[in-house]
């Protein structure tokens, strides 16, 4: 049985549930016409488990024959929204041999973000703190992700010897210039402003009226989300857009085919922001750098379905290889920092899709 144990009735009645709040890593709800999903791991900042993927999908597919305004999905930690899937219990998966229940993991992880782009009610997404990989699993799929000042967005697996998933071959693809490859390459935390700028945010919220977001969008049942979520937006944001300050540099850079071409062309760019680009390239896995490069231009030619298959056909076989327990050992075990990256394994797509690796052992 999943962490809650809940029935859910008609709209504007709460779900009931036989295990106390303060235990549940998903907490489920409906009011009015509003669906709650609420994440409640903070210790971890609410890493996803497969059982809180399982309790997410689930409380989805009890709502999906009723007519709900909207589904919001949140936090109860102010510090974050979501910091990603249980890498560290993947790597420990692999440790012991025991890859079938990282296949399992991944496989529900990502039926969960295809059914969340597929989902019939709309999904509003409430961002107040970091939300990193699984996070925008979770929220960039649903057609509105609110942000606060205090967002902090990243797909940052290239640090971990991992790459950026969750459909990101999908969504990083599909931005403008070389914005995609460069966020998954380098990991980049985008701040408020850059999520919109990006469109991975559609709305800014101050934090001190997100929690409001529900109560408001269900006394206004008939008028359009976006509409309700506007009214709330102030006038300004609290900061200029890093990533547009350089985005003349990002597309000539970053539009690059290989990766061997995009470091090749930021050491022609000779300015502080292609030379720290530069450094943080060189921290990262070699192996990761050259599957998120093909991954990014795979995906631009496929759907999201597509995508999340060909993802997690590569999950499966990266997180064999030495470069992934190493970078989750060297970021989240032993946290020194200092990974020592092997040769790289991954060599290319088949004309199928299919991940081709070689042995290297």
Not at 201 to 214: E, K, L, N, R, Y
Not at 225 to 253: F, K, N, V, W
Request: net charge negative; proline share 5%; hydrophobic share 40%.
């Amino acid at each position: 049985m999943s962490e809650i144990d809940q029935v859910t009735s008609a709209p504007g009645t709460a779900a009931v549930c036989t295990v106390p709040d303060a235990e549940r890593h998903v907490l489920t709800a409906v009011e009015g016409s509003i669906g709650s999903i609420r994440l409640n791991r903070p210790r971890a900042l609410n890493a996803l488990t497969s059982e809180m993927v399982a309790d997410i999908d689930g409380a989805l597919h009890a709502w999906a024959s009723e007519s709900l305004t909207a589904v919001v999905i949140s936090s109860t930690n102010p510090k974050a929204f979501c910091a990603g899937g249980d890498i560290r219990a993947v790597q420990e998966n692999t440790l012991a041999g025991d890859y079938a229940a990282s296949a399992r993991f991944f496989s529900t992880e990502y039926a969960l973000n295809l059914y969340l782009a597929r989902y019939q009610s709309p999904l509003v997404a409430l961002i107040n703190g970091i939300c990193m990989g699984g996070g925008l699993g979770v929220s960039v799929h649903g057609a509105f992700r609110v942000v606060t000042e205090n967002a902090a967005l990243a797909m940052p697996e290239t640090t971990i010897g991992f790459f950026p998933d969750i459909g990101a071959s999908y969504f990083l693809s599909r931005l403008p210039g070389g914005l995609g490859a460069y966020i998954g390459l380098t990991g980049y935390r985008l701040d408020a402003a850059d999520g919109l700028y990006t469109g991975l945010a559609t709305h800014f919220v101050p934090s001190m009226d997100i929690d409001s977001v529900p109560g408001f969008l269900a006394a206004s049942p008939r008028a359009p989300i976006d509409e309700c979520l506007r009214r709330l937006a102030p006038h300004t944001l609290p900061a200029d857009s890093y990533l547009a300050a350089h985005r003349p540099g990002i597309d000539r850079c970053f539009s690059a085919p290989t990766v061997a071409e995009i470091t090749r062309r930021l050491r022609a760019e000779s300015s502080t922001w292609a030379r720290q680009t530069l450094e943080v390239l060189e921290t990262k896995s070699p192996q990761s750098l050259e599957v998120t490069s093909a991954l990014l231009a795979w995906g631009r030619q496929h759907d999201l379905g597509r995508c999340l298959d060909a993802e997690l056909d590569v999950a499966l076989e990266m997180t064999r290889t030495a470069d992934f327990v190493e970078g989750v050992r060297a970021a989240l075990v032993d946290k020194d920092r200092t990974p020592r990256w092997s040769r790289t394994q991954f060599s290319g797509f088949d004309a199928f899709g299919k991940s081709q690796w070689v042995d290297v052992s």
